[in-house]
C-alpha cells in the first residue's frame, strides 16, 4: 500500500524511463547513466535477469523493494520471488550491511555474472534502485541483461534543487507529483514551490482565507509582460487556483517518499499584489490597485530610469498591522512544511511608494534608518526573528545579503560568481541558481527565434552541464558554504505542462549532473552523445515533451569555403532521424535524408545554403540550423 501511488504515477507517464540500456554481449561500453557515479569500474559479461531470479533482502526499508519489485512488473512483467535466506539461484541482493561506512546518500552497486548486489541506507538505498533500474536492458525472451560493474556512489552536493513558479501560471496537485517523479528518477531531492507573487497567492491560510478567496485569481491572461493588457473595468478574475493545506501535506508526503524535501517560498515585501489584492491595508496606498481595476491582483513594470510601479505591490514595513500578518502566516506554513528553511523572496522590491509616504518617513527619522535599502534591512531582521520563533531558518535572493548583513540568513544566489564569492565572504551560506550559467530553466534552450518565448536570453543543456559550482577563487573552507545548486523555472511564458517540460527538458538532466556527479566524472561528449539520446528517446516513447537537440550547436553561422565536409556522428535522440536542404528552404520529413558523411563542393562564386532538422520517432522536431557555405569571397588565385 505504501507505494500504490508510486506504481499509478510511474505505469502511466514514466514507465519507459526504467529499462532501455542495450547491453550486446562482449560489448562493455559505459552505461547511458544519468548523473553519471561517482566511480564506475566496468567488467566482463552480464547478469542475465529473468523470472527465475529471486530477490533477497534484509533492509529496513521495505518500502524501497516493493518499489523496485512493482517496477519490474510494471516495466518487464517480472515477477520475481522474495526471500530472505541465501539461495543458490541467480539473486539481487538488496542489504543494509556494511551501509554504515558509506557517505550520506550513497550507495554501493556491484554486478556479477551470478549475483547483483546493493548496498545502502534510506535515500542512498533509493539512489542505487535509480542506478540499477538504469542498467537494466529492455526485456527480450522474458529476459533482461546487467552489465557487470562495480559503482561507488554519492553525491557532490546535499542540495540539488528545481524552483517551479506556480503563481505566474498555476499547476494541479498531479502535475506537481509528475514532476517530483521525474526529479527523483534523477536523483534531484530539493523542490523549490514558489507559491505566491504578484500573479497570484497559492496556499491557503486559514488565519486569512480571502488570500486564496480572493488573491488566488486574476483576469485571465496567457503571458506577462510590458505588452500585456491590464485588467479591464468590469473583467472578471476566472484564472487561477490554490493548494488546500490538505492537498500540500499530500505533496510533501509523495515528495518524502521519493526523498524529496519541499522548501515553500512565500515572496516578500516585493511581489506582493496578490496579497494586497485581498488586503489592500497592507500596503501604505492601502489600495490594490490606484489606477485601473482596484481588487484584481496584476503589475505592470515600466522602465523608466529605473522600476517604477502603478500598483503597490510592496508590503509597508513600518506597519504593526504587516507584522501580524506576517506571524499568522509564517506560521501556518511552518506548521505544514518540515523542511527547516522557508524561503523568504526579498527580490525587486519597489521602494517607490515607501519614499513618497509622509508615516514611512517618519518612521524612518524615529528608527534612524537612513534610506530604503536600509528600510527593506530593517523588514527582513523583523522577518528573520518571527522565522526563528518558528524553529525555522530564513533563505532568500541575493537582495537581502546587499550592504552589510546583520542576520544569520541563507542566500539563494542568483547573480553569478561574484556575488557569490562576496556572500561567502560574509560567512553566509548558499545555494547557487545563476541564471546566465544555465540554471534559468525559462530561458531559451537556443538563440533562434524558432524557439518558443521565453523570459530572458538564451541558455542552452551544455551551459547548465558545464557549469562548476565551485568556484576556483574560493579556499576549501570556503567552499563548505556552498549548499548546493538550484534551477529555476518562472512561468510568466509557461501556461501549461507541455511547455514546462519542453523548457525543463534536457536541461533538468545537464543539472542533475551537475549536482550529483563530481567534476572529473563529467564529461559532456559522452553525457551529449552517449546518454542523452537514449534518455531522450525514453521521453519520446513515454509522451514527454522535450527540446530536440539540434544537428549543430549553432543556429546561423557562415563558413568561407569551397568545400564542406557534412558529417553528424548521430542523431541527437536514439531512433531520430536527420533531414536537410541545399536550396534555403526550410527541411522536413520529405527532404534529403542523412544517412552519412556528405562532401558539399561550392561553385566558386555562389553561395549554398545548408539547413538541417531533426525528426524523431513521436514526430519531434528540432530548431532548423543553417550553415551558409559561401564561396563568392574567395580569391580567384
Known amino acids: 500500500m505504501y507505494f500504490s501511488k508510486y506504481v499509478k504515477i510511474y505505469t502511466c507517464c514514466l514507465a519507459l524511463l526504467g529499462f532501455g ?36 533482502t534484509d533492509v529496513r526499508e521495505k ?101 517551479l513558479d506556480v503563481s505566474r501560471h498555476f499547476f494541479t496537485v498531479a502535475q506537481i507529483k509528475d514532476l517530483l517523479d521525474l526529479m527523483a528518477y534523477y536523483k534531484l531531492n530539493r523542490f523549490h514551490w514558489h507559491l505566491t507573487d504578484d500573479q497570484g497567492w497559492r496556499l491557503e491560510i486559514k488565519s486569512y482565507p480571502a488570500l486564496t ?74 489600495s490594490a490597485d490606484t489606477r485601473v481595476n482596484p481588487g484584481s491582483p496584476f503589475a505592470k513594470w515600466f522602465s523608466t530610469g529605473g522600476f517604477e510601479m502603478y500598483v503597490d505591490n510592496s508590503l509597508n514595513p513600518t506597519d504593526e498591522r504587516v507584522y501580524q500578518f506576517l506571524d499568522k502566516v509564517f506560521g501556518e506554513v511552518a506548521t505544514l512544511f518540515p523542511y527547516p528553511y522557508i524561503h ?74 561574484k556575488a557569490a564569492i562576496e556572500q561567502i565572504g560574509k560567512g553566509l551560506d548558499i545555494v547557487l541558481a545563476p541564471g546566465n550559467n544555465g540554471l534559468y530553466f525559462d530561458y531559451a534552450q ?34 563548505k558554504h556552498i549548499m548546493g545548486v538550484e534551477a529555476c523555472i518562472w512561468t510568466e511564458n509557461i501556461p501549461d505542462v507541455s511547455k514546462l517540460q519542453y523548457m525543463m527538458l534536457p536541461r533538468m538532466l545537464a543539472l542533475a549532473e551537475t549536482g550529483w556527479s563530481d567534476e ?26 522535450y527540446c530536440v537537440p539540434a544537428v549543430f550547436h549553432y543556429t546561423d553561422t557562415t563558413i568561407l569555403t569551397d568545400t564542406f565536409r557534412f558529417e553528424v556522428a548521430q542523431p541527437s535522440v536514439r531512433g531520430a532521424r536527420i533531414f536537410y536542404t541545399l536550396n534555403n528552404r526550410p527541411p522536413g520529413d520529405y527532404d534529403h535524408e542523412y544517412k552519412g558523411p556528405i562532401i558539399i563542393a561550392i561553385p566558386r562564386g555562389k553561395i549554398i545554403n545548408l539547413k538541417t532538422i531533426v525528426i ?5 522536431r528540432s530548431i532548423i540550423t543553417r550553415t551558409v557555405l559561401d564561396n563568392s569571397k574567395k580569391s580567384e588565385n
Request: aromatic share 10%; glycine share 8%.
Open 520 to 545: 572529473t566524472a563529467k564529461d559532456y561528449p559522452r553525457f551529449a552523445g552517449t546518454a542523452l539520446p537514449l534518455h531522450l528517446e525514453r521521453f519520446d516513447k513515454a509522451g514527454i515533451n
Open 63 to 163: 518500502h524501497v523493494v516493493e518499489y523496485f519489485t512493482d517496477r519490474l512488473f510494471s516495466t518487464g512483467k517480472f515477477r520475481n520471488k522474495m526471500i530472505t535466506a541465501a539461495a543458490k539461484a541467480s539473486e539481487v541482493l538488496i542489504t543494509n550491511s556494511g551501509a554504515e561506512h558509506l557517505p550520506k546518500e550513497g550507495y554501493r552497486l556491484s554486478v556479477t555474472p551470478a549475483r547483483i548486489t546493493l548496498t545502502g541506507n534510506n535515500a542512498g538505498l533509493f539512489y542505487g534502485i535509480q542506478t540499477l533500474l538504469q542498467l537494466f536492458s529492455a526485456p527480450e525472451n522474458g529476459a533482461a541483461t546487467v552489465p557487470c560493474l562495480t559503482i561507488e556512489d554519492a553525491p557532490r552536493f546535499g542540495y540539488r534543487g528545481l524552483m
Open 616 to 620: 524523431t520517432r513521436a514526430g519531434r
Open 213 to 286: 478567496k480572493v488573491g488566488a485569481w486574476r483576469v485571465p491572461r496567457i503571458e506577462f509582460s510590458g505588452n500585456t493588457l491590464p485588467p479591464q473595468p468590469g473583467e472578471r478574475a476566472t484564472d487561477g487556483g490554490f493548494y488546500t493545506q490538505e492537498q500540500v501535506k499530500e505533496v510533501i508526503r509523495y515528495a518524502a517518499e521519493r526523498h524529496i524535501e519541499i522548501l515553500p517560498e512565500i515572496d516578500v515585501p516585493g511581489h506582493s499584489m496578490a496579497a494586497i489584492a485581498a488586503y489592500p491595508e497592507l500596503c501604505v496606498t492601502h
Open 446 to 479: 537556443s538563440a533562434s527565434d524558432q524557439e518558443p518565448s521565453s523570459h530572458g536570453g538564451d541558455q542552452p543543456a551544455q551551459n547548465a552541464y558545464q557549469y562548476n559550482p565551485e568556484y576556483p577563487a574560493l579556499s576549501a573552507e570556503e567552499h
Open 344 to 417: 523568504i523572496g526579498g527580490d525587486e522590491c519597489y521602494k517607490g511608494y515607501w519614499e513618497k509616504d509622509a508615516a514611512v518617513q517618519t518612521f524612518m527619522k524615529q528608527h534612524q534608518i537612513p534610506d530604503t535599502h536600509e528600510l527593506q534591512s530593517y523588514f527582513i531582521s523583523r522577518l528573520n526573528r518571527i522565522i526563528l520563533s518558528k524553529q525555522k531558518k530564513l533563505i532568500a535572493w541575493d537582495e537581502v545579503a546587499a550592504g552589510n548583513v546583520r542576520e544569520r540568513i541563507t542566500v539563494m544566489s542568483r547573480f553569478g560568481e
Open 21 to 56: 540500456v542495450e547491453n550486446t554481449a562482449g560489448q562493455q561500453n559505459t552505461p547511458a547513466l544519468i548523473p553519471m557515479p561517482r566511480s564506475l569500474k566496468m567488467d566482463t559479461g552480464n547478469f542475465v535477469f529473468d523470472s527465475n531470479t529471486v530477490i533477497r
